[in-house]
C-alpha cells in the first residue's frame, strides 16, 4: 500500500504529529544539503542537479513508496556507477540511463519482484557495499589532496596515477581538508554538539574559512562549477535514440538493481528503528517514479538513503510529512541560498565523502564477518568485493549470487 494513504488512515496526519515530523524533515533537509552537493560533484554532475534530485526524488517517494519513513535522494552507493556512465556517455547518457533504471523499477514493482531483493546473501551484499566505499575513498584522493587531473580508466589504474601524484599535493587544500575531516568527525562529540550534524557544520566551517581568507589554489563550487543557479530547472527530456537506449541498458539495469537493493534495505532499517512494515513492491513503485522524474527536471539517479532515513526515525518522524518537509527545506535553501555556495571548497565535500566511504566499507562489520563466518561465506564476500572494485556491479552481485546458491547447493548434499 502506498505509505502516504497508510499514514492517512493510521491517523499519522493529525495535527499532533505535524511538530516532530516537520523538525525531523528540517533537520533531514539540512543533514542532507552537503551529501547532495558532494554525491552530485563525485557522480560527475553539477551540485545543483544533486539537491534538484534530492528534492525530486524525495517528495516522490514520500508520497508514493511503501515506507512511511523513508528518506530518498542521491546516495554514496551510486557514485561508482554513476561517475563510470558520466565519463563514457555524458551527463545526458547519465541521465536517460536513470530514466530508463526508472522504468526497469516500474517494472519491479508491478511484476512484484520486491521480495525476490530480499533474498541476495548479506555476503554479497557486505561485498559489494564494502567495494563501492573503497571506490569511493580513492575517487575523492584528487580534491581532498588538490592534485593534477588523473587519467585512466579502471581502478587500478587511478589508484596506481594518484600514488603517483600524491608528492605533488597541494599542501592548504590539505589542511583544509583534513581540518574539514576532524570537524565531521568530532563536532557531535563535543559537549552539547551531540545533535549537530557534522557534515553540516565542516561545510559551513570551511566555506567561512575560504570566504575570510581567500586561499590561493583551492578550487571551490564557484571557481570549477560556477555560481549555483536558484529554483529547479525547466522541464527537458533527455536525448532519447534507439541507439543510445541499447548501449544504455546495461548501465541502467546496473542503477535499478543498486537502487531496488538500497531502497529495501533503507526501510527494512526503518521498520526495525520504528516498528513499522514497509511494502516492499510499492517501495520500488515510489522509487521508479523517482527515477523517472528526477532526470526530467535535471537531477540523476536516487534511491532511499539509509544514514538519512535512519536519522529521520531518531528525530521523531512518524510519516511521510518529514520526508516532504525535507524535500521543501532543500528547494527553500536553493531558491534562497544558492549565491552563498560559490565559496564551499571541494576538498570539504571530500572530507566528507571520505566519512561516507568508511561507514559504506563497514570494515569492522567485515573484519567481523571474516573471523565469525564460514569459508565459503567468505569466499562470497571475497570475490563479490573484489569484482565491485576491480571490474563492475553487476558481474560482482551475479557472481557473487551464483556462488552463494552453488556452495548452498554443495552443502545441503
Known amino acids: ?79 561508482a556507477v554513476l561517475a563510470a556512465i558520466t565519463a563514457k556517455f555524458g551527463i545526458d547518457g547519465l541521465q536517460l540511463a536513470t530514466l530508463m533504471a526508472g522504468i526497469m523499477l516500474l517494472l519491479f514493482g508491478l511484476l512484484r519482484l520486491g521480495k525476490l531483493i530480499e533474498f541476495i546473501p548479506a555476503s554479497v551484499i557486505l561485498g559489494f557495499t564494502s567495494g563501492i566505499g573503497i571506490i569511493i575513498w580513492v575517487s575523492q584522493w584528487r580534491d581532498f589532496f588538490g592534485l593534477p587531473a588523473i587519467t585512466g580508466e579502471h581502478f587500478h589504474q587511478k589508484f596506481w596515477h594518484l600514488l603517483h601524484a600524491l608528492p605533488q599535493l597541494h599542501f592548504p587544500t590539505t589542511m583544509l581538508a583534513i581540518f574539514s575531516l576532524i570537524v565531521t568527525l568530532f563536532v557531535s562529540r563535543l559537549p552539547k554538539c551531540a545533535r549537530l550534524p557534522g557534515p553540516l557544520i565542516a561545510l559551513i566551517t570551511g566555506t567561512l574559512l575560504q570566504s575570510y581568507f581567500h586561499i590561493p589554489g583551492i578550487a571551490t563550487i564557484g571557481s570549477v562549477f560556477g555560481q549555483l543557479p536558484a529554483g529547479l530547472p525547466h522541464w527537458q527530456l533527455p536525448h532519447v535514440t534507439w541507439p543510445r ?34 511494502d516492499a513492491n510499492q517501495e520500488l513503485i515510489g522509487q521508479g517514479l523517482a527515477n523517472v522524474l528526477t532526470p526530467l527536471f535535471g537531477g540523476f539517479a536516487a534511491t532511499g538513503a539509509i544514514a538519512r532515513t535512519a536519522t529521520n526515525v531518531r528525530n521523531g518522524a512518524t510519516g511521510p510529512l ?92
Open 322 to 413: 518529514a520526508g516532504i518537509v525535507h524535500a521543501a527545506t532543500l528547494a527553500a535553501i536553493l531558491f534562497f541560498l544558492a549565491p552563498l555556495a560559490a565559496n564551499i571548497p571541494l576538498a570539504t565535500l571530500a572530507a566528507i565523502l571520505f566519512v561516507v566511504a568508511w561507514h559504506m566499507s563497514e570494515l569492522p562489520q567485515v573484519v567481523r564477518r571474516l573471523r565469525q563466518a564460514s569459508k565459503s561465506d567468505n569466499s562470497v564476500l571475497i570475490i563479490t568485493f573484489t569484482l565491485t572494485v576491480f571490474s563492475d556491479l553487476i558481474i560482482a552481485v551475479t557472481a557473487g549470487v551464483l556462488l552463494s546458491i552453488a556452495l548452498n547447493s554443495v552443502r545441503q548434499k
Open 1 to 79: 500500500m502506498i505509505a502516504f494513504l497508510e499514514a492517512q488512515r493510521a491517523g499519522l496526519w493529525q495535527r499532533q504529529h505535524w511538530l516532530p515530523n516537520i523538525l525531523s524533515g528540517l533537520l533531514v533537509g539540512v543533514v542532507a544539503l552537503p551529501l547532495a552537493m558532494a554525491f552530485a560533484i563525485a557522480s560527475g554532475a553539477k551540485p545543483e542537479q544533486g539537491l534538484y534530485t534530492a528534492i525530486i526524488a524525495g517528495f516522490v517517494v514520500s508520497v508514493f513508496g511503501g515506507s512511511r519513513l523513508q528518506i530518498a535522494g542521491p546516495t554514496g552507493a551510486f557514485i
Open 245 to 278: 537506449v541499447l548501449m544504455l541498458i546495461g548501465p541502467a539495469f546496473s542503477i535499478a538493481l543498486l537502487g531496488a537493493i538500497e531502497s529495501l534495505l533503507s526501510a527494512v532499517v526503518a521498520d526495525r528503528m520504528a516498528g513499522t512494515r514497509h
